[in-house]
């Protein structure tokens, strides 16, 4: 039985290239690389069987769909937040924390680039590996539709919703996250190496899927990726319910604390961090990170204590859009008033407009 304590992460990386060739395929003896080049509007490898789907009217159609959607991304968003990021935040650390992320790689790996580590979790399930060669060109083209619509919201306004997170994710053809991240990978330039199933004990060891000491847990995928550098970096998706009881159940602060001190990222993440029953995912990120990057649905205000914690405001805080009227904070109105808000060239959240948008910088002080 294969488990891998976190604490050592070079026998991870190690491992990962261990991991049988079949781990990286997916159904039809297809690469999980190739599979997500498709997926992403990319053409696969001329050896793959998904080469010659290329050719067919549908795909066609997807791949200038994402061609063009990612321009308007990279512009608009993407290279600001990578500008932004390397002006802003002082030094990166080799592990990234993304709660309530979705499958959301996309700005995880944007605001902390230089990352080795991504863990996400939220409670939408991996899914299965998606098999495009089962489809007929119909259906396939149907499938690709679906997987663009379940981007639409995060490719337009820089959140998933997770009501239709819901129905997209659990129905229809591209089930799971598994797919928008593959999406994501694919399009951010780096080559998917292994793709393991695993399942995340409660004592926080990442047990392979179906291993003895895998029955119980939290469902995910362990993604091995390298990037235009050619280093070895890893992406973790974890299904959690990140809820008091949920996440005593769940193994991921112990498996996020054997990584050790991490930078984090809570954007769109419907204010749960203001509500009584997500006080531990609150004081756990505010216990190991060094850095917090996040919009005024993250963590409240009141809670970054002054003597820990340097905040730097940036944007402009107009308080939560409707659905959320009992969130706004005095004290958030009083920091950005201060004249100490920096003008920012991109936008996030529920305030997604850049003139509207409103960015937290916590920086761990050093003690």
């Known amino acids: 039985m294969r488990i891998f304590r976190l604490s050592a992460p070079a026998a991870v990386f190690a491992a990962l290239f261990l991991i049988s060739l079949a781990s990286a395929r997916a159904a039809g003896n297809v690469s999980a690389n190739d599979t997500a080049r498709f997926l992403a509007g990319l053409k696969p490898s001329p ?156 004592d926080g060891l990442a047990v392979p899927r179906g291993k003895p000491g895998a029955r119980t847990g939290s469902p995910g995928v362990r993604i091995a990726f390298t990037g235009s550098g050619g280093k070895l970096r890893n992406l973790y998706y974890f299904q959690t319910d990140l809820s008091n009881g949920g996440l005593k159940r769940s193994g991921l602060r112990a498996f996020s604390q054997a990584l050790g001190p991490a930078d984090s990222l809570i954007k769109s993440a419907s204010y749960l961090l203001h509500s009584g029953n997500f006080t531990l995912s609150r004081d756990f990120l505010l216990k190991n990170s060094r850095i917090i990057v996040q919009d005024d649905s993250g963590i409240p205000l009141r809670f970054f204590a002054r003597d820990k914690w340097e905040l730097h405001p940036f944007g402009k805080y107009l308080g939560p859009i409707d659905i959320f009227p009992k969130r706004y904070q005095n004290g958030m109105k009083a920091l950005f008033a201060r004249g100490r808000a920096k003008p920012i060239k991109f936008g996030i959240g529920y305030r997604w407009r850049t003139h509207e948008t409103n960015v937290l910088l916590g920086v761990r002080k050093t003690p």
């Open 47 to 202: 050896s793959s069987p998904l080469a010659k789907l290329t050719r067919a009217g549908g795909w066609i159609h997807h791949a200038r769909t994402m061609d063009a959607a990612w321009k308007r991304l990279q512009k608009n968003q993407l290279n600001p937040i990578r500008a932004w990021s390397k002006k802003n935040i002082p030094g990166t650390r080799k592990q990234m924390l993304y709660m309530f992320s979705g499958p959301d790689f996309l700005y995880a790996n944007a605001f902390f680039p230089d990352a080795e580590t991504y863990v996400l979790s939220a409670l939408e399930p991996v899914g299965p590996m998606p098999n495009m060669l089962r489809y007929s060109p119909g259906a396939r083209a149907g499938a690709l539709y679906e997987l663009r619509g379940s981007m639409q919201t995060v490719l337009s306004y820089s959140f998933f919703i997770t009501k239709q997170m819901k129905s997209d994710m659990r129905e229809g053809n591209m089930r799971g996250t598994l797919p928008v991240l593959f999406v994501f990978l694919a399009r951010a330039g780096n080559t998917i190496n292994a793709v393991e199933f695993i399942t995340l004990t409660p």
